[in-house]
Structures are given as structure tokens and as C-alpha cells.
């Protein structure tokens, strides 16, 4: 079970960036898949989950509006597209599956989230 994260990058504020997690070793639609943020000093939060059973999504209050979590299944590949992008949103953002399913992903603890990406920096510059 694998999880690799890719586009991260140096972008400018309002800005654009779209971040995929390719999932090897299992198939992506039993698990449900978060993405988490890290910042300098400060805790990982999770920003996007999109729910195992029918692929619906949640966002955190800070990038609702801004940012899209979407899944390609035939692809095994998760994405989150962010837009309007703010010097705030810098951090190491992390894909990761919980083998959970249910219909509202934003009732998974972060600790039930199982694997793990590598992390991608993303940084805004302002």
C-alpha cells in the first residue's frame, strides 16, 4: 500500500496548484481520502476528505470555495485543486486513506487514517 503526492511548487498569490495522489496496491474507492496540511510550528489540520461510498467531499472552512478534492478511479488517483491560492495555504500538504467508509468523511479522526504520502510543499508567495 502505497500513496505518492506530486505538484507541489512555489506559486504566487491568487494562484494555482493541483496536487494528485497516485495510490498503489490497493484500490482507491474502498478508502475514504483526506488531505491534511502541516505549517511551520503549527499542527496538521485536515482541509479535504472525500468519503469512500460515493465520493462526496468536505472542506475545511479556511479553503471552502477555494480549493476542489476530486478521485479518478480507474486511475487510482486523488486530486486537489487549489485556486486562490493565499501566503496562509504554505505548508507540506499530505494525501492519506482510512479504510472507513461512510457517507460523511468529515467523521473520520485523523488517527484512523491508516497510510501516509510523503508530503509536498507548497509555498505562496505574496
Known amino acids: 500500500v502505497q500513496l505518492v503526492e506530486t505538484g507541489g511548487g512555489l506559486v504566487q498569490f491568487g494562484g494555482s496548484l493541483k496536487l494528485s495522489c497516485v495510490a498503489s496496491g490497493w484500490d482507491l474507492d474502498y478508502y475514504t481520502i483526506g488531505w491534511f496540511r502541516q505549517a511551520p510550528g503549527k499542527e496538521r489540520e485536515r482541509v479535504s476528505c472525500?468519503?469512500?461510498?460515493?465520493?462526496?467531499?468536505h472542506y475545511a472552512d479556511s479553503v471552502k470555495g477555494r480549493f476542489a478534492a476530486s478521485r479518478d478511479i480507474p486511475e487510482n488517483t486523488a486530486y486537489l485543486q487549489m485556486n486562490s491560492l493565499k501566503p496562509e495555504d504554505t505548508a507540506v500538504y499530505y494525501c492519506?486513506?482510512?479504510?472507513?467508509?461512510?457517507?460523511?468523511?468529515?467523521?473520520?479522526?485523523?488517527?484512523?487514517?491508516?497510510?501516509w504520502g510523503q508530503g509536498t510543499q507548497v509555498t505562496v508567495s505574496s
Open positions: 472525500i468519503s469512500a461510498s460515493d465520493g462526496s467531499t
Open positions: 492519506a486513506a482510512a479504510p472507513v467508509s461512510t457517507w460523511s468523511c468529515a467523521s473520520i479522526n485523523q488517527d484512523q487514517y491508516d497510510y
